[in-house]
């Protein structure tokens, strides 16, 4: 089946490219991936990773502690692997980073699919309601906490009237396209705790 986020990435990998935390080097066997910060070293000096332990690698620390977030800084190092072809690239990109390489191809796009947070806010119901009522102090007290760089890689592209979308470069090529479960989730107890006000625009 025809993957047009595969084809384009795999067109821009020259020799190297860097999706998230994850460098990709092209070679004339396939592809071998690693952690960006581990690029460069000896290859002898790190861990021969199967493709199959990706996906635990990405959910764990080094200390086996669980990683809820996979979009969070944090991918552990010390590990390469080798993909033979351009399908095993996009599942080895797939099980450390789920769905990322279709945001990826749509945030290339002159309209990218974004839904503002207004907009978001107004489609909960129930007990996300409240969100509708969060005020810009409040909104930006949880943005700041939940889509700062320590906490998310995803370059968030969705805006609030005060506040811009993030720009390239600041994050990874990776967009965040709508306010996420993280900080709606957040928000509401947020709200719940300091008490509703003007709505944020």
């Known amino acids: 089946m025809e993957n047009p986020a595969l084809n384009e990435l795999v067109r821009r990998i020259d020799p190297y490219f860097a999706f998230v935390e994850v460098s990709i080097l092209r070679q004339e066997s396939g592809f071998v991936l690693c952690h960006q910060e581990d690029r460069g ?3 002898a000096s790190l861990r021969i990773l199967p ?8 959910m764990f620390t080094r200390e086996g502690i669980f990683r809820p977030l996979r979009f969070a800084p944090g991918l552990q190092k010390g590990w390469r692997l080798r993909v033979s072809s351009e399908n095993e690239l996009a ?3 797939w099980l450390i980073y789920p769905g990322a ?5 749509a945030g290339l796009s002159e309209k990218p699919p974004i839904t503002h947070f207004r907009e978001h806010a107004a489609r909960q119901t129930g007990r996300l309601a409240s969100n509708q009522s969060a ?3 409040q909104l930006m007290e ?13 370059r968030r592209l969705w805006t609030v009237a005060g506040l811009n979308g993030e720009s390239a470069g600041t994050k990874s090529c990776v967009p965040c396209f709508e306010p996420c479960a993280w900080l709606v989730e957040a928000l509401k107890k947020h709200v719940g705790k300091n008490g509703p006000g003007q709505p944020a625009d």
């Open 41 to 43: 070293l000896d290859e």
């Open 51 to 58: 493709l199959p332990e990706l996906r635990h690698l990405a």
């Open 91 to 93: 599942e080895a990109l």
């Open 101 to 105: 390489l279709g945001d990826w191809l």
């Open 135 to 137: 005020t810009y102090s």
């Open 142 to 154: 949880v943005i700041c906490r939940i889509c700062d760089a320590n906490h998310c890689l995803k």
